[in-house]
């Protein structure tokens, strides 16, 4: 294979995946917002033994892991105008849509993680005369925190490559500059080459922090 590359193309367009990162940040940060909020709250009423707390949650949780994100993504920025009257530019559907999306999955590590812990530490809070709000606060989600840790920094890297998906909404992320440029230069390898890299530098060190986190806790415990 003769293939000559020419990697002063990407310096050239440097600004490109600069400006394509900004977008890939501001998705992120939105979308985690809405993802750990909205996912703590379903975690909880998942967790919940009432009924009418725990069935919306397990229905909204269920619905959102059984289709597909890139059919809700498309629902929300076409549909959801047309039944509701709401209209979204493309970066807030792209955000809000992938941030329901993790919410469902965000609230499974919360529900896990405080499925995780023995029984007796909610019968304890509950002889203490704490409610079920007090002892999550106080006892039981303190001490999930820390078996939440590494899901939730494996889920934070599916976030950031999740944000690709923005480019079917014509938002200018990451994915959508990089094809912008494909089609201007004609240098495929060497751009989709940068962009891997470029995620690469954006996902490692969360993932870095995490191992050293575990194995911190690890020798504390």
Known sequence: MNYAWQWSVVWDYRNVFLRGAEVTATLTVWAL???LVLGLMLGLMRSSRLTL???PATVYIDTFRA??????LVWIYYALPILSGLQMGNVTAASVGIGLHEAAYVAEIFRAGIASLHRGQSDAAKSLGMSYWQAMRRIILPQATRRMVPPFINEFANLVKLTTLGSVLAVNELLHEAENLINNTYRPLETY???ALVFGALIYP???LSQRLERRWKVRD
């Not at 289709?67 to 809700?72: D, F, H, N, R, S």
């Open 33 to 35: 917002v809405i993802g």
């Open 53 to 55: 707390l725990r069935a």
């Open 67 to 72: 289709t597909p994100i890139l059919v809700q």
């Open 193 to 195: 080459t940068a962009l």
């Open 206 to 208: 969360f993932i870095w």
